[in-house]
């Protein structure tokens, strides 16, 4: 990561009466800086400078900032200096001892970035020609070097605009994806160098020999078929999940909220409203009430209602709401229709008769199609449906849907705006029907793969999972990763530094 370094100079601008020199109580650390450096001059190793001009408030904060100088310029150091200033406070100027807003300062920020790694590398041990050749031959086939090739190269989509000037921020990313492109000898080299590295001739031989067996050259054979029947599978147990989850939830929460048409119609003209029958020029699209729906509601496919009670702004708007009713009363149904009252807008009609200041009741509905959960065909006991399983388990199935069932939980558990126990007991509620799931969920996975291969071939695979090279070919060796990590980092920095060269040779890189 880069890190930046600040230098703050200059003082408020004096102007009489005296005010008191500025004191700085919150100013950026190095991790705030670093999270801020623009990320295509990171990429390309690139520092830089900006200054920023702001004027001070009365209770220290910065405000009306700008950035009147940068370099390089339209690489967006402007942009994040910009951004960095509401993580700076002082003291603010004083009058007679008193606070009060007025001045100026300048604050120049300097972009750095660190000194290149390198300690704490694993020493490469001696590799022999002909083991490295071998290793080659198991990179290419196992489909790792390729696949980490694309990856490298696939990373530039993470490299966010973060202000740069589109002209300058295309030129620089057209750089770094040849660089890296041209790099793919580099990284098949480095996978092939980690294996040698980390298997015996032997292990390597036995890894090449699989990836030529029948069970592999059918997997292959069969992938996008293979890879359609595992998702059907994720597909029917997502959908049983949220089923069993919601069964849950609504044992422990009141998840009931009918109301008829005709008791809205009676909230909506409740005598506390003025305007009894609204119309309304501009309402929330379809794309904003779905982002106004409650998480665990929304999940676990519950309907439901609110009713608002608002002031007509001058210019049709709706402000001052406050949540009359909802249903069900803890669901967040209330806070969604608060978030969604400000895309209303009155009919200018209503409006020029003077609805502008009167209250209006405003009803917001939110549905959502339940359905049925798909019926679950459940795998006939086999040895071929033993051996696939033991397989899965091997691949991390299991523990990759624990980590989701962990994730769930957590977004269901921090949803802001629902009462704590609510979110706490959705998100419980979710966690429980994964874990609860999770056989049949194997079950599913194992029979894709015994309905694919033969007994003989299942028990090749296993064999091989179960191996020191199958450790690794499924990321399970924790030193061949670091190791790997290590040489890919290495040819990352120099397809970059490359790419730098390129980008500098027609664009100003050095700060001023």
């Not at 880069?2 to 500025?22: C, E, M, N, Q």
């Not at 408030?57 to 402007?78: E, H, I, M, Y």
């Not at 001058?314 to 402000?319: D, H, N, P, R």
Request: net charge neutral.
């Amino acid at each position: 990561m880069g890190l930046a370094a600040l230098a703050v100079a200059g003082a408020a601008r004096a102007d009489p009466p005296r005010v008191s020199p500025p004191e700085w109580l919150v100013r950026p650390d190095g991790e705030d800086l670093a999270d801020s450096y623009p990320g295509l001059a990171q990429a390309l190793s690139i520092e830089g400078r900006a200054t920023i001009s702001c004027a001070v408030d009365v209770k220290g904060r910065l405000q009306d900032c700008v950035s009147p100088t940068a370099s390089p310029p339209g690489l967006g150091f402007d942009k994040a200096a910009l951004e960095m200033s509401k993580l700076f406070a002082m003291r603010p100027k004083t009058v007679g001892g008193a606070p009060v807003a007025g001045g100026t300062v300048r604050i120049p920020i300097r972009f750095t970035l660190p000194p290149p790694g390198g300690a704490g590398a694993i020493p490469e041990p001696f590799v022999t020609p002909a083991a490295l050749d071998a290793a080659r031959r198991a990179a290419r086939l196992s489909g790792i070097a390729g696949r980490l090739a694309r990856g490298l190269a696939g990373d530039l989509d993470r490299i966010e605009a973060d202000g740069a000037d589109p002209m300058v921020r295309a030129q620089g990313l057209a750089a770094l994806t040849e660089a890296r492109r041209q790099a793919s000898p580099q990284v098949a080299e480095a996978v092939a160098r980690s294996i040698a590295a980390q298997l015996s001739p032997a292990e390597v031989d036995h890894w090449v020999s699989y990836m030529n067996s029948p069970a592999q050259r059918k997997l292959a054979a069969r992938g996008p078929e293979l890879a359609r029947a595992f998702a059907a599978a994720q597909a029917t147990h997502t959908q049983i999940v949220l089923a069993n989850a919601r069964e849950t939830f609504c044992g422990r929460q009141d998840c009931h909220g009918e109301t008829s048409l005709a008791d809205m119609r009676a909230l909506a003209e409740a005598p506390e409203a003025v305007i009894d029958k609204p119309r309304w020029s501009h309402a929330p699209s379809l794309i904003e009430a779905r982002a106004a729906y409650p998480l665990a509601a929304q999940a676990f496919r519950l309907s439901g209602w609110a009713m608002l009670q608002c002031r007509v702004t001058q210019v049709g708007g709706l402000e001052d709401c406050k949540v009359v009713a909802q249903g069900p009363r803890r669901l967040g149904f209330g806070a969604a229709g608060l978030k969604m009252a400000g895309s209303y807008r009155l009919d200018p009609d209503l409006l020029a008769q003077g609805a502008a200041g009167d209250r209006v009741n405003l009803p917001t509905i939110f549905s959502i199609e339940r359905g049925t959960p798909p019926t679950r065909v459940r795998p006939r006991p086999s040895r071929a449906l033993t051996l696939a399983r033991e397989i899965v388990r091997t691949q991390g199935v299991e523990a990759k849907a624990d980590h989701a069932a962990d994730l769930g939980q957590w977004l269901l558990s921090h949803q802001l705006g629902l009462d704590s126990a609510v979110a706490r007991d959705a998100g419980e509620a979710y966690r429980g029907a994964v874990i609860a799931d999770l056989p049949n969920l194997l079950d599913a996975y194992a029979a894709v793969y015994a309905t694919t291969l033969t007994e003989p071939e299942l028990a090749s695979m296993a064999a091989f999972l179960h191996s020191r090279a199958g450790h690794l070919a499924t990321g399970r060796d924790d030193l061949f990763n670091i190791r790997l990590a290590q040489d890919l980092g290495e040819v990352q920095r120099r397809a970059d530094a490359q790419a730098r060269t390129v980008f500098c040779a027609a664009h100003l890189c050095a700060a001023d």
